[in-house]
């Protein structure tokens, strides 16, 4: 059965420092999704894309966030300089469809820490 | 806006006993309603759906209606087993502002005991 995949599964870095959390979305998917697990906390939605483009983002999505589809199978998400509030677990999600009945699937996610 | 609330975890039960896990919603016009389930070290996966009112979704023995009169979609199983621990969060998706995107409750912890 396709899957979502993300590498890396844990990433450890300082304050300040960028990260790329990489996914690979189930093959014949066109939307993509990052959410956000703080621990302890809800799941929290970051951003949706499609054509390329981001369809929406929320208030958590800032300035230091940035997603790209940089080939036909990858989706990144980039954070600049990253915050210790930035420690959460990130899932990556796709769906065939971006209707609201449509099912999005998930990673295993990546635990960020940051120090 | 949208949001979604579950009953406080964990849920400790015996095997072979009934579960309910409560969850209710807000949210304008209708949404789709979703249970996903995240077992120790794994992502969330879907367990079941419905995208109308009065629609049950149901997968493993597990189900949960739709009841847009009490904005619910309760999940049950009438028997549990050991494998069923997990944690179990109820989503809504709206489709607002364009995209969609799915509002999470906080999710229950199960355990099932022998």
Redesign the interface.
Same mark, same amino acid.
Not at chain 2, 42 to 46: K, P, V
Not at chain 2, 98 to 106: A, C, P, Q, S, V
């Given at each position: 059965e396709p899957e979502v995949t993300q590498t890396p599964s844990h990433q450890v870095t300082q304050m300040g420092q960028e990260v790329i959390l990489r996914c690979v979305p189930i093959s014949n998917h066109l939307y993509f999704y990052w959410y956000r697990q703080i621990l302890g906390q809800k799941v929290e939605f970051l951003v949706s894309f499609y054509n390329n483009e981001i369809s929406e983002k929320s208030e958590i999505f800032d300035d230091q966030f940035s997603v790209e589809r940089p080939d036909g199978s990858n989706f990144t998400l980039k954070i600049r300089s990253t915050k210790l509030e930035d420690s959460a677990m990130y899932f990556c999600a796709s769906s065939e469809q971006g209707t609201g009945t449509d099912t999005q699937y998930f990673g295993p996610g990546t635990r960020l820490t940051v120090l | 806006g949208n949001s979604v609330t579950q009953m406080e975890g964990p849920v400790t039960l015996s095997e072979e006993a009934f579960l309910t896990i409560n969850c209710t919603y807000t949210a304008t016009g209708y949404?789709?309603l !979703?249970w996903?389930v995240q077992y120790p070290g794994? @992502?969330?996966?879907?367990l079941l759906?419905a &995208?109308k009112a009065d629609d049950k979704g149901s997968n493993k023995g597990f189900e949960a209606t739709y009841r847009k009169e009490t904005t619910s979609f309760h999940l049950e199983k009438g028997s549990v087993q050991v494998s069923d621990s997990a944690v179990y !969060?109820c989503?809504l998706?709206?489709?607002t502002? @364009?995209?969609?995107?799915?509002?999470?409750? &906080?999710?229950t912890q199960l355990k099932v005991e022998l």
């Open positions: - | 949404p789709s !979703f996903y794994e @992502g969330l996966q879907l759906k &995208t !969060f989503a998706n709206g489709l502002g @364009g995209g969609n995107k799915l509002t999470f409750g &906080t999710g």
